[in-house]
């Protein structure tokens, strides 16, 4: 399958509040239903694994990450490790950092920054982790190349990136969940979000452009998944 160059996604345009909160409560349904958000938490719980915490809380960021449904996963699960790790929100659209609202009582404290993913606020290594779930097939190769060099050179111990696999069965498999369990806009953004996504040589290649200095890339057939990883 051919990628898909031209045609834009809804998200990315202007959408009343309405209908963006409705997209990405979709985006966090159907990425708890079918395992996406796991296998981003579990990448994370790998590069925090044997590695000492020290005295300050860990720092983990969740690049492109909307209102908040995977940052606050995150946080619950590393909490439930024991881990004393912070969670910070970046994205660079203030309408959807403004949908992630309070943590409420008892829940994860986020921090939320607006800020670009090829532009990140952070010094060198100034972070632990940095992860992008379903934001790569967002941007463009040169953008995309930005993000990556600007991840890696955040992250001291590594980045994930988590992304939709661009083959025939995944896109099947979002047209069924689409128009069985979401709504308008998600019916026409998750079977092009497939279309758009970059194949595995693809991602290897833009990561090399990147300067990480290696990529791991592990694929999730039956979940339409892939995910990249740098240490």
């Given at each position: ?14 959408l009343p509040r309405r209908d963006r909160d409705a997209a990405l409560a979709d ?61 910070v929100l970046l994205d660079r659209d203030i309408e959807s950092l403004a949908l ?132």
């Amino acid at each position: 399958m051919r990628r898909e160059e031209r045609r834009r996604e809804l998200i990315d345009g202007p959408l009343p509040r309405r209908d963006r909160d409705a997209a990405l409560a979709d985006i966090d349904r159907l990425s708890a239903w079918f395992g996406g958000h796991a296998l981003t938490i579990r990448a994370v719980r790998r590069l925090l694994a044997g590695t000492s915490p020290g005295r300050a809380p860990r720092v983990v960021v969740d690049v492109g990450g909307g209102r908040g449904d995977l940052a606050r996963r995150l946080a619950r699960a590393l909490g439930r490790d024991g881990d004393r790790a912070r969670v910070v929100l970046l994205d660079r659209d203030i309408e959807s950092l403004a949908l992630a609202g309070g943590a409420g009582p008892g829940g994860p404290k986020i921090l939320r920054v607006c800020a670009d993913a090829a532009a990140l606020p952070f010094r060198d290594e100034g972070v632990d982790v940095v992860t992008a779930s379903l934001v790569l097939h967002h941007l463009p190769p040169d953008a995309a190349v930005a993000s990556l060099a600007a991840m890696r050179e955040a992250a001291r111990l590594g980045v994930v990136v988590n992304d939709l696999l661009r083959t025939r069965l995944a896109w099947l498999l979002v047209l069924v969940g689409t128009w069985l369990f979401a709504r308008r806009v998600s019916r026409h953004d998750g079977p092009l979000s497939v279309r758009r996504a970059y194949a595995p040589d693809e991602l290897r290649a833009l990561g090399e452009k990147a300067r990480w200095p290696r990529v791991t890339i592990r694929r999730y057939p039956p979940l339409g998944r892939l995910i990249m990883t740098a240490p």
